[in-house]
């Protein structure tokens, strides 16, 4: 089960850091990633992070974003700095294992006022 946070209003430019925890037992297998919906869109990948601290991020969001995970706390991180209007979507916490063990949060609302 996957538990995301963080979401909020912020004005344009600003920051926010998400936190997403997820299952002790689990929380070191897979790839751990953030993606988000903005009104009338389809979901879409904003960044991951593998066991090995290897981190993907979408080119909307590079430069700006940064993904992080604390296994002592199994919960993932993801900062996001100089953020815009556009950036405004629910923000979804996932955790791919395999095809049938694909598990997602219930999502966290982020908004940026211009």
């Known amino acids: 089960q996957l538990q995301a946070s963080g979401g909020g209003l912020v004005q344009a430019g600003g920051s926010l850091r998400l936190s997403c925890a997820a299952s002790?037992?689990?929380?070191?297998?897979?790839?751990m990633g953030w993606y988000r919906q903005a009104p009338g869109k389809q979901r879409e990948f904003v960044a991951s992070i593998t066991s090995g601290d290897n981190s993907n991020y979408a080119d909307s969001v590079k430069g700006r974003f940064s993904i992080s995970r604390d296994n002592a706390k199994n919960t993932v991180y993801l900062r996001m700095n100089s953020l815009k209007p556009e950036d405004t979507a629910v923000y979804y916490c996932?955790?791919?294992?395999?095809?049938?063990?694909?598990?997602w949060g219930q999502g966290t609302l982020v908004t940026v006022s211009s």
């Open positions: 002790r037992t689990i929380f070191s297998l897979g790839v």
């Open positions: 996932n955790q791919f294992i395999t095809r049938s063990a694909d598990y």
